[in-house]
């Protein structure tokens, strides 16, 4: 298995409160990714990271950011957490230069719930 | 309407039998994912594949360019293969996004 750990794996906090999910892999690959699950929807991307320091939106930004000053470590921050941002989150990591066409390995998740 | 469709949403099978499950998508693409995803919630690549056939254990991944669809086949299917099977695609358009299938829960009773 891919060498990836999410952690908290769950969270519950309150409406306005900051959050930071951290993502660790030991493969020293290049491309990390945070999504997030939600029933009705597929996994739907945030952010993605293509190197250290190094990063981009994806469909869903709003409200997220990210910060990667290594390349072990890739951190999504909810600044002002909303009861919308409760979800599911994973994390994924793939050694490609366009990361459509290398397999992505998924972290275990978190269950994030905001009150 | 998602880019991605995956048919059928929900699935029940008796041990054994053959499970077939369907993605269709609407442009080209560079590659199509087949995806696992255990009641547990973790989610493992089963497949990648931009053409063709590819096969493993009991397990069979089909592409059909022209007509824009794949089809995920379980041969003598057995209780743990019970998960939510997710279908992705890149675009050829695009090659730096995913695009998710809402998924097929596949359930294999004994």
């Known amino acids: 298995d891919a060498g990836i750990t999410q952690s908290p794996r769950h969270k519950v906090t309150e409406t306005g409160t900051p959050v930071t999910l951290r993502c660790h892999q030991t493969?020293?690959?290049?491309?990390m990714y945070w999504y997030r699950q939600d029933p009705g929807h597929g996994l739907r991307l945030i952010h993605y990271?293509?190197?250290?320091?190094?990063?981009d939106k994806g469909e869903v930004s709003d409200g997220y950011s990210v910060s990667r000053s290594k390349t072990e470590d890739f951190l999504l921050t909810l600044e002002s957490a909303t009861s919308s941002q409760t979800s599911v989150y994973f994390c994924?990591?793939?050694?490609?230069?366009?990361?459509?066409?290398?397999?992505?390995?998924f972290g275990d998740g978190t269950r994030l719930s905001i009150l | 309407k998602n880019e991605v469709e995956q048919s059928p949403q929900n699935l029940t099978a008796q041990e054994g039998e053959f499970i077939t499950i369907n993605c269709s998508y609407s442009?080209?693409?560079?590659?199509l994912h087949w995806l696992q995803q255990h009641p547990g919630g973790g989610i493992v690549s089963l497949f990648m594949?931009?053409?063709g056939k590819k096969k493993h254990g009991r397990l069979i991944a089909t592409i059909n360019i022209q007509e824009k669809h794949s089809s995920l086949h379980i041969t003598a299917s057995h209780p743990r293969d019970s998960a939510v099977y997710i279908c992705?695609?890149?675009?050829?358009?695009?090659?730096?996004?995913?695009?998710f299938g809402t998924g097929t829960r596949l359930q294999v009773f004994p």
């Open positions: 994924a990591i793939s050694d490609s230069q366009g990361f459509g066409n290398q397999p992505q390995h």
């Open positions: 493969e020293n690959h290049r491309y």
């Open positions: 990271s293509y190197g250290v320091k190094d990063t």
């Open positions: 442009v080209g693409i560079s590659a």
């Open positions: 594949l931009s053409s």
């Open positions: 992705a695609v890149s675009y050829s358009y695009n090659t730096d996004k995913l695009i």
